[in-house]
């Protein structure tokens, strides 16, 4: 980019792709420009609003062309809330830009040359499908108490009634609970400040079952007039099945804290999942696309072909969520989870749903991984966004099974992870198979198989 391209300059910009940021990228000099709220194929007017010495960022000012992968947002705050960034894209492009993001993180970050990636999977329901939101609370500048997502890039909060990609019965208590925090008179934590109480609504549906947990995240246990609320509450939403208080007194951007009390009801709700029950409380992770989720365990035992007479360590378990269907099919199971809360539950979905086979391990993979002294026939990876340890990857390697599964909510990790586990020539990737868990969004979900290298 030459001088007169400066901040604040307006340019004209030809949308040539999307970046796994989810924004559109143009070039201007060379130099890569990012702009929200665009899509391949665009023409557009945008002003600068950083400039860097490789790349710069832009905000979409005017479309002077659309792209014919353009459509309307099915939300009215689209282009101002941070929960989901791609609205304005049409479905089937949306699938090839996830399916082609994976492609090119694999290539650039893993040295694939050509990396077998199987067509991506669609989401069975692309709006409707979040089976959990939770939302930061404040008071507006005339006291009225709002919940919503960030504005992009900001702690704004964009103030909503209704969310188009979470499921649609949880609604109606969003509005609704926002009106009786207000008649309560409660207090809203402020960040800036440290002070006030409640800090996020917490909704958690089971998409098979329609059980409804309600949480709040609160400063403090002890809320007046709590208990008497909640069995309100409790009366009005029929799938309404337990209310808690999640307490989390710390500063910072961390959500949940390390204590949940249970006010009314039960502490969690009933999810059928693989044609199990599961127990999910309102702090643990699930996946947040429970239809999507049965597609990809579909996939993986279609592909394993199991005889059952496996042996198999799931390694970031949860509460079980793979575990306990893929322990049906094998000889032997062995979970590994660091969130003592999320064990107990998956120890529990075991016993409740007559599964003998599986033994849970509190701790980091890290720790437990390497002391198990176990050869399993195959090992399932579930790790968090930041990807595995390099200790576990160590691990692996010496454990040795002949096939490793790597289920991965984000590429450039899994690119990573892939490429150190075939070092060597030790492991060669039989496929990778994109999943959208995340319509609406430039997230994509992503498994692959690697077995010993035969050649």
């Known amino acids: 980019m030459t001088q007169p391209y400066q901040q604040g300059h307006l340019v004209e910009l030809d949308i040539i792709d999307l970046a ?89 970050i893993a040295g694939f040359e050509n990396p077998p990636v199987l067509p991506i999977l669609s989401s069975p ?7 959990k939101a939770t939302y930061p609370l404040r ?31 949880l609604n109606p208590i969003l509005a609704e609970i926002k009106k009786d925090i207000q008649a309560q008179g409660w207090s809203i934590y402020n960040e800036k400040t440290d002070k ?8 958690r549906i089971g998409k098979t079952t329609g059980e409804i947990l309600l949480t709040f995240v609160s400063t403090s246990k002890n809320i007046t007039n709590f208990q008497q609320q909640a069995e309100i509450w409790l009366q009005r939403y029929p799938n309404l099945v337990g209310v808690s208080i999640n307490y989390n007194p710390h500063p910072g951007n961390k959500i949940f804290g390390e204590e949940t009390f249970n006010y009314v009801g039960r502490p969690y709700l009933i999810e059928t999942f693989g044609q199990l029950n599961f127990q999910l409380s309102s702090d ?32 970031y378990c949860g509460v079980g969520t793979f575990t306990l269907p893929l322990a049906e099919k094998v000889a032997q199971a062995v979970g590994i989870e660091s969130h003592k809360n999320a064990i107990e539950q998956a120890k529990n979905n075991a016993k409740i749903n007559g599964i003998n086979n599986v033994k849970f391990y509190s701790g980091t993979v890290e720790e437990i991984l390497p002391f198990l002294n176990l050869s399993p026939d195959m090992v399932v990876l ?37 490429e150190k586990l075939c070092q060597q020539d030790l492991y060669k990737v039989q496929w990778i198979q994109p999943i959208d868990f995340f319509p609406q969004t430039p997230h994509v979900e992503s498994m692959a198989l690697i077995r010993h290298n035969i050649d």
Do not use: M
């Not at 696309?289 to 993986?300: G, I, P, Q, R």
């Not at 790790?383 to 002949?402: A, Q």
């Open 382 to 418: 579930d790790p968090p966004r930041k990807g595995c340890d390099p200790k576990v990857i160590d691990t692996l390697k010496k454990i040795d099974p002949p096939i490793i599964i790597y289920i991965s909510c984000q590429p450039s990790t899994l690119a990573r992870d892939l």
């Open 284 to 315: 643990t992770f699930f996946q947040i696309n429970t239809e999507a989720a049965e597609v990809l365990l579909n996939v993986l035992l279609a592909k394993l072909c199991l005889t059952g007479e496996e042996s198999l360590i799931d390694a």
């Open 196 to 203: 006030g109480k409640l800090r996020h609504i917490g909704l």
């Open 20 to 108: 796994h940021s989810g924004d559109g990228v143009g070039k201007l000099d060379g130099k890569a420009i990012f702009v929200p709220d665009t899509v391949t194929g665009d023409r557009i007017l945008t002003r600068l609003t950083h400039v860097k010495k490789q790349y710069a960022y832009g905000k979409l000012q005017e479309i002077i062309s659309p792209s014919p992968h353009r459509i309307r947002p099915n939300c009215i705050v689209a282009d101002k809330c941070g929960g989901c960034q791609w609205q304005h894209i049409s479905p089937e492009y949306q699938l090839k830009a996830k399916e082609n993001q994976v492609i090119q993180a694999l290539k650039r």
């Open 139 to 169: 008071r507006s500048s005339t006291g009225t108490v709002q919940a919503g997502y960030y504005q992009r890039n900001t702690h704004q909060i964009i103030n909503l009634n209704q969310c188009p990609i979470q499921d649609p019965r």
């Open 125 to 131: 329901e692309i709006f409707g499908y979040r089976n």
